[in-house]
Nanobody, 123 residues
Framework: VQLQASGGGLAQAGGSLRLSCAAS????????MGWFRQAPGKKREFVAG????????DYKDGLKGRFTISRDITKNTVYLQMNSLKPEDTAVYYC?????????????????WGQGTLVTVSS
């Protein structure tokens, strides 16, 4: 499986963006997926995760309600809908794949990473 993230860009505070992560390969459905972000000078952090089935999700504290992770197995794509964006959401966002049914927060648990897409939120 290879991952290609897209959808980043410049948004104003209060605005929305939707990130996409397209996966190639026929075994996409056997991977749990995660979105992470890395702001300048900070460590990469967990943002959201979704199980291989898409039925279970989890979010970094404080993001649930603003961010929504989803996946379309028929399109081999995972999405991150980001609403009510804040300047502190500015970061490079990465999608990642973890073999197995469930996500986890540690970056070291993930087997594959996309290239990252930059999100910049202006105040």
């Amino acid at each position: 499986v290879q991952l290609q993230a897209s959808g980043g860009g410049l948004a104003q505070a209060g605005g929305s963006l939707r990130l996409s992560c397209a996966a190639s390969g026929r075994t996409f459905s056997t991977y749990a997926m995660g979105w992470f972000r890395q702001a300048p000078g900070k460590k990469r952090e967990f943002v959201a995760g979704i199980s291989w089935s898409g039925r279970n999700t989890d979010y970094k504290d404080g993001l649930k309600g603003r961010f929504t992770i989803s996946r379309d197995i028929t399109k081999n794509t995972v999405y991150l809908q980001m609403n009510s964006l804040k300047p502190e959401d500015t970061a490079v966002y990465y999608c990642a794949a973890k073999y197995g049914s469930s996500w986890s927060a540690p970056t070291s648990d993930y087997d594959l990473w996309g290239q990252g897409t930059l999100v910049t939120v202006s105040s």
